[in-house]
């Protein structure tokens, strides 16, 4: 197992992800303990010591699971991590009743990494406000010893993250951000990445395959990366490329069976970051995936001036081609932002005037494809 410095710690580049464990009869509420025991303690055999958790996973049974299967191991031989769930805005006057439940449901008394979870558009605000009392409580845990290292994750755009790093930055030791072969440009995680290093905090790795997405390519890219690393499966590619990026610390990944950790162990027993010729490659399979159904907007704006509605289509169609990207209902990502927008305007406030499209450099029917985004998002 490879091993990254953190101040005075050695933790394992792959961490244990609690996201996605193995479940009863496809229940995401029902884990399956025994298996979480089994995998857990070959996780600790082969050298895996930061493990993964947070209020929410798996119907708010993924913290309990963890518990009780890390239980069964010397407390200082694992880092357990978990996070304050202000991605649901109900709980922002929670903080001491929520983090008291978590050890409670951990028995771990202690935390060696806390979170503050999922900072984005949609709660930017609440988490500034002071009237929550959250960053002072969590501060007086970790001078108490009940919290280790203080950090946070995001899905947000890099002003929030910004904003967040403006007000509290100072007490940040390290930040949780989605990176990925796809986001490095997609999502601009390497702009994430910059941000955080001009603040010093190293990086940790959510998301490193999608969910399991940047797995399912076309057979003809398959091939072609198979003829350059023969021995390497498409996953071990994913990790490959996160292993060229110096600033991370921790990749985690959420395994749901033991084929899927003992294949990831296996590929994080050495460091092989993918070369020129490697990252060209990979290249070219982003760009056919983004290639597919997305739509060429540069944000050149000229759109946004002839609206009537005085609606941010650029944003909206940077959205959209996130909800291509990801299939299904358009993902957390698009909903989440369209969420925090006025009713007047999200998608589905587009009057199909054409004004827009008129002015577009890049021939886009916008007012078609914001319908298809509005349908997108109604399921």
Known sequence: MLYKKFKDLELSALGFGAMRLPVVDGDDTRIDQDAVNEMVDYAMEQGINYYDTAWGYHGGNSELAMGAALARHPRESYYLATKFPGYDLSNMDKVAEIFERQLEKTGAGYFDFYLIHNVCEMNIDEYLNPAHGIMPYLLEQKAAGRIRHLGFSAH?????????????????????????FLDWEFQDAKGKVELLKKHGLPVWVMEPVRG???????????????ALRPDESIVAWAFRFIQGVPEVCVTLSGMSNMEQLKENIATFGEDKPLDGEESAALQAVVDKMLGRGTVPCTACHYCTSHCP??????????MYNEAIVTGGKGGFIPSMFVGTLPEDKRPDACIGCGSCAAVCPQQIDIPGTLAEFAAKLAG
Do not use: W
């Open 212 to 226: 399991g997405k940047l797995a399912q390519i076309a057979e003809a890219d398959v091939e072609h990366l198979k």
């Open 309 to 318: 509605q005085g609606l941010d289509i650029p944003k909206l169609l940077e």
């Open 156 to 180: 947000g755009a890099i002003p929030v993250m910004e904003r967040f790093l403006d007000a509290y930055g100072e007490h940040m030791e390290f930040c949780q951000i989605q990176l990925n």
